[in-house]
């Protein structure tokens, strides 16, 4: 059932791992790509059986979230599983929203990983029952409370980039490396469901301008 699947990730070590997984779950063809660009011209080429994606990666302007809506609309069934070492339940949630079919965490042992494999492969969604019982419980709250997710310095950067800094003068502000700044406007873009840096920057506004007190 899983006779060609793509795996999506920029970690050769990650890469490496998911191909000894798969041959062991019986594939026969494994196609890797390390970013979302890469992951569509694949796709297009060999249109797979199963998609593994990573939603850490950032291509020019084209990241996780975005390779699975772009998958999603061309295929309503493509199995995909997300294969991400977040497991923030907001994170997780707008990757189901987005299309995924099951999401499972990096640190899972291997046996987990086959039976997501397994499962997904055969179009039946998948998450572990602490990530289903996180996503339940973030679902019954309302939208705005999404941004209890956010942290205290996450919410230091959104109002920075509001005031139009860039990432360098937002990690001369808040002392951190500049990774750091891009690593964080990443995830807030995941966990606000923005679709990209421009969809970030007026999240970031609409909030604080209706949350003064919290800028």
């Known amino acids: 059932m899983m006779t060609r699947v793509l795996v999506v990730d920029d970690h050769p070590i990650v890469l490496q791992g998911c191909r000894r997984v798969l041959e062991d779950a019986g594939a026969q063809e494994i196609l890797e790509a390390s970013n979302p660009e890469s992951a569509c011209a694949l796709y297009q080429r ?14 020019k302007g084209f990241g996780g979230l975005d390779l699975i809506r772009w998958l999603r609309l061309r295929d309503e069934r493509v199995p995909i599983l997300v294969f991400s070492m977040h497991g923030d339940p907001v994170i997780v949630s707008r990757a189901l929203e987005a299309g995924a079919t099951g999401y499972l965490l990096k640190d899972t042992a291997p046996e987990d990983l086959l ?8 179009g039946l969604p998948y998450l ?30 959104l109002a920075l980039l509001a005031e139009g800094h860039s990432y360098g003068q937002i990690a001369d502000e808040l002392g951190v490396s500049y990774k750091t700044v891009v690593n964080m406007c990443s995830q807030l ?26 800028s």
Do not use: C
Request: proline residues 6%; glycine residues 6%.
């Open 128 to 157: 572990s029952h602490q990530l289903a019982t996180q996503v339940a419980v973030l679902r019954m709250r309302s939208p705005s409370q999404a941004f209890g997710a956010v942290t205290p310095r996450e919410l230091q950067a």
């Open 46 to 59: 060999h249109h797979p059986d199963l998609v593994v994606v990573d939603l850490a990666m950032q291509g």
């Open 115 to 122: 039976e997501a494999l397994d499962k997904v492969g055969r």
């Open 189 to 214: 873009k995941v966990k606000l469901g923005a679709r990209n840096f421009p969809d970030l920057i007026r999240t970031a506004i609409e909030y604080l301008a209706s949350s003064p007190a919290k």
